[in-house]
């Protein structure tokens, strides 16, 4: 399954990936260097709205991947 949407943040510490199953999912990916974490899985865009709350990154902070 290929996401639909990749974004990071401007420091490069995680990795945002969108993916239209029968519901919106997102993969939270930590990255560092050249590896990565196992992905955190949020459904909805209520819980990535949480997450990036709790992380203070607001939506200024994406770019593009």
């Given at each position: 399954?290929?996401?639909?949407?990749v974004?990071?943040?401007k420091?490069?510490?995680?990795?945002?990936?969108a993916y239209?199953?029968?519901?919106?999912r997102f993969?939270?990916?930590?990255?560092?260097?050249?590896?990565?974490?196992?992905?955190?899985?949020?459904?909805?865009?209520?819980?990535?709205a949480?997450w990036l709350?709790?992380?203070?990154?607001?939506?200024d902070?994406l770019?593009?991947?």
């Open positions: 399954m290929d996401p639909s949407a974004w990071r943040d420091q490069h510490k995680w990795r945002i990936e239209r199953a029968p519901d919106l993969a939270i990916f930590a990255t560092n260097g050249t590896t990565e974490s196992a992905p955190l899985w949020l459904f909805g865009m209520a819980a990535l949480r709350m709790t992380h203070a990154i607001s939506l902070d770019e593009v991947d």
